[in-house]
């Protein structure tokens, strides 16, 4: 993302999974408009802890009081669980991008679905900020996807089984989402076996008409 700051640059970004939230600061930092950093109930003080730490006061960093006027806010957020992402519906803080890390391995096929769900939810219409093609290390002059069509990046390390990665592409495709593009992002240092190995997915909307009905639990009902 370092390295593609148009993925989040003068757009709302929602981190999901967020644990300390790191992902999300550092969207903040690369310049995002808006940025929402997301868990479970139980991890929100963690996430509250990383933004007083970065910015010295929760409540004024969700009033834009930061070194570069983003607004970085801290939300509940259990996958597939209307109450939570009401609050984004219904209160139009709808994301330009989603972000996470590190949160799709050795899961169920349900909250694949819910996650997928949640991505679908909390999306709203691209910002129109700055346009770039992905850049990779080595490969400046290289265009992979245009990153102003982006709506969902995954950080992934892969530990052996492709199983949770084909579910979780077919979650996101019943959901609308194109196929990924997959962004190889090197060995890991301390590599183990072959499979250990970085990844990046960019998910794009497919657009269009709405292609799915849902519910709280992620759970598809219909589709187009």
Known sequence: MCQNPCLVKGKVVVEVGAGTGMLGMVAAKLGAKRVVLTDCEVVIPILNRTVQLNYGSVEGAAK???????????????????????WFVDGSVLADVCVGVDIVFFMEQKMLRQLAFSFRKLLGV????????LVQEGESEKAEVALDKVNVVVGYESRGSVMTDIEFFQAMRDMGFERPTTVEMGDLADKKTPSDELAMYLFTDAGGEEVFKGDEDGEITGNK
């Open 64 to 86: 834009g009081e930061t070194d570069n006027g983003c607004v970085v806010e801290v939300r509940p957020l259990l996958w597939g669980k209307k109450e939570d992402l009401d």
């Open 126 to 133: 691209s910002s129109g900020s700055e346009k770039g093609a």
